[in-house]
């Protein structure tokens, strides 16, 4: 077909399902799955050409496939980013977008407020290879000018931060890493790419973990890194493709179906997510609700500035400690207990004693996650069939 539309003129829900398609000549409706570890090249000089980069062909897959490169052009269109390299997780993604950049003597600053295994890479595992590294309360402007008052190779932040939903001032943070030389990675899970676009604030990098609302139906695990051209290919795909953290074809085509429906989720989990904080902010027996999309968050007005919408997950304390968090969550029935989140299905998690745990009890607190601490994922069931399993929760907790 002849004088197709430019898929960049579409809005974001029709691009998610028509951008970086690349049919073979056999004309497939749905994208093809390239289930292939290697190519075959036409002739040694082709295979030569290859390797040397003068000829365009695939050769491995853990170099490239097609499949990936259609989810990875996918993407970069919904991020409005020149390029993307997709990794087995989303750990792969953050520990890759660090690791390929920082050497022996660099300095990294982060935001205190990270998934437990991200503050585990900056807080034991960089150290271990030279690399001084340096926490910041993400919402205190003075510490962060501080921290970036000397040169320093990369800065990393979570926005919303998992898991109590801190929202950063992405914006000024570049600002002040570029001045120290830094190179800005943003994990943007929680606000997805849907609803934030940390490279229009000035972040060099965007991680995801695609495992989250990406497939969003709790079946595949993938991670996404998006920047320049220049930087994913010059800095990022050297260390990707020596040391093997690429993504299966067969992933990326579970991901490649998933995002057709994307937005569709998204929205609706996240009028979900709004009716459930509302519920929980008026529920007795709750000391205090994190949700961004709401007036009474401490960050409410800095959300509304960069943010299109509060998104998906919603953070509470109960009142009771452990003990209270973990009868409320017993009594669940409908509502599943899970450290994922961005699924379909709603889930919540203790972060104390799961996705936080190995944090020394002072860390947590000095984030807020305090034993009575509940993340909550929220799916696309029945808001109001979500709010009477609630219901039950908070009777447990009543009667305990």
Request: charged share 20%.
């Amino acid at each position: 077909m002849t004088d197709q539309p430019d898929p960049k003129s579409f809005r974001p829900a029709t691009r998610l399902i028509n951008a970086g398609l690349e049919r073979t000549p056999y004309g497939e409706t749905s994208e093809a799955m390239f289930l292939t570890s290697g190519f075959v090249y036409d002739s040694a000089e082709q295979a030569e050409g290859t390797f040397t980069g003068d000829v365009s062909h695939y050769q491995y897959t853990r170099f490239g496939n097609p499949t990936v490169a259609n989810l990875e052009r996918r993407l970069c269109d919904l991020e409005g980013a020149e390029a993307c390299a997709l990794t087995s997780t989303g750990m792969g993604a953050v520990s890759s977008a660090l690791l390929a950049q920082v050497r022996a003597g660099d300095r990294v600053v982060a935001s205190r407020a990270l998934f437990g295994s991200c503050h585990w890479i900056v807080s034991e595992l960089l150290p271990r290879y030279g690399v001084e590294t340096v926490f910041v309360d993400g919402g205190d402007m003075a510490a962060w000018k501080d921290a970036l008052g000397k040169p320093t190779r990369a800065v990393l932040l979570e926005s919303p931060s998992n898991p109590m939903l801190d929202v950063l001032d992405i914006r000024m943070i570049c600002d002040l890493a570029h001045k120290a030389g830094a190179t800005v990675v943003v994990d943007n899970v929680f606000a997805t790419p849907l609803y934030q676009k940390p490279l229009e604030l000035g972040a060099d990098v965007v991680v995801y973990s695609c495992t989250k609302h990406i497939d969003g139906q709790g079946r595949v695990l993938g991670g996404a890194v998006l920047g320049t051209e220049k930087w994913i290919n010059e800095v990022l795909r050297p260390f990707q493709r020596n040391t093997g953290n690429s993504l299966s074809p067969f992933n990326a085509w579970v991901m490649l179906k998933s995002i057709e429906t994307l937005a569709l989720r998204v929205n609706a989990m996240t009028q979900n997510a709004a009716k459930v904080a509302d519920f929980l902010a008026e529920a007795p027996g709750i000391a205090r609700v994190f949700y961004p999309g709401r007036k009474d968050h401490p960050q409410y007005e800095l959300a509304k500035k960069q943010m299109a919408a509060g998104s998906t997950l919603v953070a509470f304390e109960v009142e009771g400690g452990k003990a209270g968090a973990f009868a409320f969550m017993n009594a669940l029935r409908l509502i599943s207990i899970s450290n994922n989140l961005g699924d379909a299905r709603s889930l919540v998690t203790h972060p104390a004693t799961t996705t936080h745990m190995k944090l020394a009890p002072e860390e947590r607190a000095r984030l807020g996650i305090t034993d009575g601490a509940i993340r909550f994922s929220v799916g696309l069931e029945d808001a109001d069939d979500l709010i009477d399993d609630l219901r039950r929760g908070l009777a447990a907790l009543a009667n305990r």
